[in-house]
Nanobody
Framework: QVQLVESGGGLVQAGGSLRLSCAASGRTFSTYAVGWFRQAPGKEREFVAATSWSGASTYNADSVKGRFTISRDNTKNMVYLQMNSLKPEDTAVYYC????????????????WGQGTQVTVSS
């Protein structure tokens, strides 16, 4: 069993940066790949980035390549999403999720989810 809690969201101007954190509990967390997803009002949940269980491999959606970086620290049971050069279209609720396989971009294949954190980018 893995529990996930996101934090770090907020309001930022276009071009700014935010770092989201995903705190995990559960002794087996380091054996799970973790993904970040986002969901804007009226839209489907969208894959953003994923990291393998060790953090050695990462995969980003085309829409965030070169701007967002996913990382993890298994000694702290933490996963991060560094978001730079933010755009208004990045506005959404951001979720972290855990899954045994990697890389997985379909949200329905993830086993565990956090409650989400709101990111709002003003123009």
């Amino acid at each position: 069993q893995v529990q996930l809690v996101e934090s770090g969201g907020g309001l930022v101007q276009a071009g700014g940066s935010l770092r989201l954190s995903c705190a995990a509990s559960g002794r087996t967390f380091s054996t799970y790949a973790v993904g970040w997803f986002r969901q804007a009002p009226g839209k489907e949940r969208e894959f953003v980035a994923a990291t393998s269980w060790s953090g050695a491999s990462t995969y980003n959606a085309d829409s965030v390549k070169g701007r967002f970086t996913i990382s993890r620290d298994n000694t702290k049971n933490m996963v991060y999403l560094q978001m730079n050069s933010l755009k208004p279209e990045d506005t959404a609720v951001y979720y972290c999720a855990a899954e045994r396989s990697y890389p997985v971009v379909r949200s329905d294949e993830y086993d565990y989810w956090g409650q989400g954190t709101q990111v709002t980018v003003s123009s």
